[in-house]
């Protein structure tokens, strides 16, 4: 019995002591590895990991780091605290990358040390980093229609390239490529602001897709939320009336050297085959006026006109702190329906937010439209009654030949049902495809029971947060409306914190509270605030500068919300 008990407690002793502690999950500003930063004191987090119960954390030790050197320590920093740890070194630089690791101590008196280094990057720290100057259509637009333009520039880099980085906003959407290829995974990008007090740019590493020799930009600008139709009575052209196009590429060539390119005199502009293109309307696209290689070398713009340069202060200029607007699930129709009415209707088996993507093959010419619905009358024919004003359509006509496929670009629809109009040949459910769209948030909480309503019901509620979370909380996705009602944010945000990680989303959508709050301290019914400056200041609805706030401190005990020693 000793010999069996020794045994024992050797065994206890050998696993105590191989128990590894691990220090994990290193988050900057909540976000892995995030570039772009416009703040000069980021904050860091991490978590513990451990095989062994009861282990904490007594002291930690941060370092940050560049290429040259260490920057800044902590030092040993005694005490429990992994959540939100700013930094306190000298000033950052401007569009320079930076490591950061972690040493902590535990219980036991052992240490553990980040296995790798966490990285970030930050953005444009002062104004007078950007170089580049605000582009405006060169010719007067079609101010109808008001389709989506085309700017484009070439250019040469002489030597190898080290890193090159692509800062960029617009006055409406943007979507941009280098040499042919799309830039980045987001969509809707700038994203919605309080246009004229703060206006988001975004960054992308665009290094691997630069090369020595000639190089093309180009991108495409739409309405968006900038000059688009939002809420009602014929509401548009809330921030401005001309899209326009802001970009750089600061390039660091190997031997040190640097240069930059930007939106300048240099580039040239075109009407795209976007011809219209309206949140709530939809979008229209005319295959047969598509400029094929129009952002790759070799292309000839000789018929594209000049742009004009827009004098406008920048001091609105932001940097991204939340999550932007990504492709997410897609759904395969799971039927063709043919209603009452005679209408071809196709069901994806499930109300979702995004769009179709369609593969046709037909003549030159041939216009398919396709109308977006949450539901079925009665009767079972397609109901779009309930949308109001919004015509939410899809078109698109037909360069004719091979087999294309289309999807929009600047704008999305909330549904569950399409009707096909004019689809050329046989309706074939493997050419369509809905593809979802929301912020990308992380998925943080689950649940499941025994009752199968009430799984039901979690499932709906977290793609109703999909379908409402297109970077700002709306309060529907399908309508002539989609705007962020404070009430219906503030009912929810307690719940939006269990199914995903919203503390980013949030932040960004609390900051144009702020900016669009009246002198008078009233809160606006939504916001971005675009009824009006005498639309808000009720109760339930302005509470969400209070209670959302707090929510965000109760799930993720984050004290930014709130000025130091201010009663909450």
């Not at 995030?34 to 703040?39: A, F, Y």
């Not at 246009?195 to 495409?220: C, P």
Request: with cysteine.
């Amino acid at each position: 019995m000793k010999k069996i008990t020794f045994v024992i407690i050797l065994q206890s002793i050998l696993l105590v002591s191989a128990a590894q502690v691990k220090v994990q999950h290193l988050l900057t500003e909540n976000n892995t590895n995030p570039i772009g930063l416009g703040i000069q004191q980021p904050r860091f987090s991490w978590q513990l990991s451990s095989d062994k119960r009861n282990i904490q954390q007594t002291a930690y030790e941060l370092s940050v780091s560049d290429d040259k050197g260490k920057v800044w320590t902590s030092g040993k920093v005694t005490g429990d605290a992994s959540v939100q740890i700013a930094y306190e070194g000298n000033a950052l630089q401007s569009d320079h990358k930076y490591n950061w690791n972690v040493k902590i101590w535990d219980n036991n008196g052992k240490a553990a040390t980040s296995a790798e280094h966490a990285t970030f990057s930050t953005g444009f720290l002062n104004t007078n980093d950007w170089k580049a100057k605000w582009i405006e259509a060169g010719y007067i637009e079609d101010s109808i229609n008001r389709p989506a333009i085309l700017f484009r520039n070439q250019f040469n880099l002489a030597k190898k390239i080290k890193s090159a980085m692509l800062y960029i906003t617009a006055h409406g959407m943007y979507e941009v490529q280098l040499n042919g290829k799309r830039v980045g995974d987001a969509y809707l990008t700038p994203g919605w602001t309080s246009y004229n007090k703060r206006l988001q740019y975004q960054v992308y590493d665009v290094t691997g897709m630069l090369s020595n020799g000639g190089n093309v930009i180009g991108a495409s600008v739409g309405n968006g939320w900038y000059r688009g139709f939002l809420a009602w009575e014929d509401n548009k052209n809330i921030y401005g009336k001309t899209l326009g196009l802001l970009a750089q590429i600061n390039v660091v060539y190997s031997d040190g050297t640097t240069e930059t390119i930007v939106t300048d005199e240099k580039w040239k502009s075109i009407n795209s085959a976007i011809k219209s293109v309206e949140i709530y309307h939809g979008e229209t696209f005319d295959a047969r006026e598509e400029k094929k290689g129009w952002s790759s070398i070799g292309f000839n713009d000789a018929s594209w006109k000049g742009v004009n340069i827009l004098t406008v202060a920048l001091d609105n200029l932001i940097y991204t702190e939340n999550e932007l607007v990504k492709k997410h699930e897609t759904f395969n129709p799971v039927k063709i329906i043919t209603t009452p009415l005679g209408e071809k209707v196709l069901d994806f088996g499930q109300n979702l937010v995004g769009w179709v993507v369609v593969k046709a093959k037909g003549n030159s010419g041939d216009k398919i439209v396709i109308k977006h619905a949450e539901v079925l009358d009665k009767a079972g024919n397609f109901y779009t009654e309930n949308l109001r004003a919004a015509k939410t359509t899809a078109t698109y006509i037909l360069k004719g030949g091979a087999t294309e496929t289309f999807e929009p670009h600047f704008t999305f629809y909330g549904f569950r049902y399409i009707k096909l109009e004019n689809y050329p040949g046989e309706i074939n459910l493997d050419n369509f495809t809905a593809v979802t769209l929301y912020s990308d948030m992380n998925p943080t909480g689950t649940f499941t029971s025994s009752n199968a309503l009430v799984n039901q019901l979690q499932h709906n509620i977290q793609w109703g947060q999909r379908g409402n979370f297109l970077d700002v909380p709306t309060d529907c996705p399908q309508r002539d409306e989609r705007l962020g009602w404070t009430g219906d944010a503030q009912a929810f945000s307690r719940t939006a914190t269990f199914n995903f990680g919203v503390d980013n989303f949030f932040s960004k959508w609390l900051k144009d509270v702020a900016a669009d709050q009246e002198p008078s301290g009233m809160v606006p019914h939504v916001i971005p605030n675009v009824l009006g400056h005498n639309s808000g200041g009720s109760a339930g609805w302005a509470d969400a500068a209070t209670i959302i706030p707090w929510n965000m401190y109760l799930a993720y005990g984050d004290k930014k919300y709130w000025k130091p020693n201010t009663p909450v």
